[in-house]
């Protein structure tokens, strides 16, 4: 049981099906936050809804689809009058290729979920927060939007697109009342880094022990950055960055041992 740290909130996360959209839902919606989770797996964020219990409901909720997004305004609008919160957290990662290796389409797709479809998000969730007495825009971009990765140049041109236009929204929404920041998750236990995004290979061990922490993180514990970014308990920031990483970007690393 919560403290009731979104107490009346209602709260849209994208890509809530698993990993840490997932555990953002059953967090807000412990805080005391209703909570629609959209996302392409019909199954799995309906499986995730009807776990939380009332407090939520699932949608197909495509971000790259405008029809998609009507859509859901309309049902939180009808069924719950108001919106509070927006964790823009839906993303992709295609298998790693370099710049010379990878087809336009590809770079495209990647470009088209996780750029345009955060743009997407705010175009059509800030109106509704803002008729709501305002609140707070949380986008997902990631330890490669503060640095470059090898094999990942879409999804890394993505996330610093998405670290931008948290900065544009922060200028262009703090005076309606909604405060934007952009969250950065290091290596974190989901499918993302699962063996089947990496050729078969379990890379959480050797990343883990690149980092200060000697561990990945949890989707829950990324899930508390969000929860405290969405409440009220973060009234004065907006147009930020806000890391949750295990260390991966403090600096150069070699090995716990010689760094100690
Ligand atoms: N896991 C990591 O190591 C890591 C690191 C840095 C940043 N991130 C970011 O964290 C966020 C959450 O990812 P995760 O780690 O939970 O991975 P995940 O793959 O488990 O979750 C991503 C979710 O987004 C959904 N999605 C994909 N395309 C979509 C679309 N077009 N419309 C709606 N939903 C869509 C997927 O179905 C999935 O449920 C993403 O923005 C990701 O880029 C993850």
């Not at 979104?6 to 059953?26: F, M, N, P, S, W």
């Amino acid at each position: 049981m919560g403290s009731g740290r979104l107490a009346g909130k209602v709260a849209l996360i994208t890509g809530a099906a698993r990993g840490q959209g997932a555990a953002e839902a059953r967090l807000f919606a412990a805080e005391g936050a209703r909570v629609l989770l959209g996302d392409v797996l019909d199954d799995e964020a309906a499986a995730v809804a009807t776990e939380i219990g009332d407090a939520a409901v699932s949608r197909h909720l495509d971000v790259t689809s405008d029809d998609d997004w009507r859509a859901a305004l309309d049902d939180v609008r009808a069924r719950w009058g108001a919106l509070h919160v927006l964790v823009s957290n839906a993303a992709t990662f295609t298998r790693a290729r370099r710049i010379t290796d990878m087809p336009a389409d590809e770079y495209d797709r990647v470009l088209a979920v996780n750029q345009t479809g955060v743009y997407r998000s705010v175009h059509h969730c800030a109106p509704l927060i803002a008729e709501s007495g305002g609140g707070a825009i949380t986008l997902v971009s990631s330890v490669n939007g503060l640095l470059g990765s090898p094999g990942a140049a879409a999804y890394t041109a993505s996330k610093f697109a998405v670290r931008g236009m948290a900065k544009v929204a922060a200028l262009e929404l703090g005076p309606l009342g909604i405060r934007v920041n952009s969250l950065h998750p290091g290596a974190i236990d989901t499918y993302m880094i699962s063996p089947q995004v990496f050729g078969g290979v379990d890379v959480r061990d050797n990343i883990g022990s690149t980092l200060p922490l000697g561990r990945v993180g949890t989707p829950e514990e990324v899930a508390e950055l969000a929860l405290w970014l969405s409440s009220d308990a973060a009234s004065y920031c907006t147009g930020a960055e806000f890391v949750c990483d295990g260390g991966m970007t403090a600096g150069p690393f070699r090995s716990r041992a010689t760094n100690a």
